[in-house]
């Protein structure tokens, strides 16, 4: 490894810039995990969003660590039953 500055992605967000995506990233962000966003029609298209979770799917989509979790609601449930958030 050079340089030894490689930094662990925790969490992914796929989100299409609303505000709910803002949510899970300032959640996210506030339990101290790295968050990296994937934005729609910059990082993915429509149709590879439908590929990957379904179509219809809400966003965002959230995967923690390399566990998918699902919409902001589903990730909030996850992380209160893990105690990272009361």
């Known amino acids: 490894m050079i340089g030894g500055n490689v ?23 506030s339990v101290d995990e790295d968050v990296r966003v994937f934005y729609l029609d910059k990082d993915f298209t429509q149709r590879q969003f439908d590929a990957e979770f379904g179509v219809g799917a809400d966003y965002p989509q959230v995967q923690v660590g390399v566990e998918h979790r699902g919409t902001l609601k589903e990730t909030l449930h996850y992380l209160k039953h893990v105690e990272r958030i009361k």
């Open 7 to 29: 930094t662990k992605v925790q969490a992914v967000i796929w989100s299409n810039h609303s505000l709910e995506c803002e949510r899970a990233e300032s959640l996210l962000r």
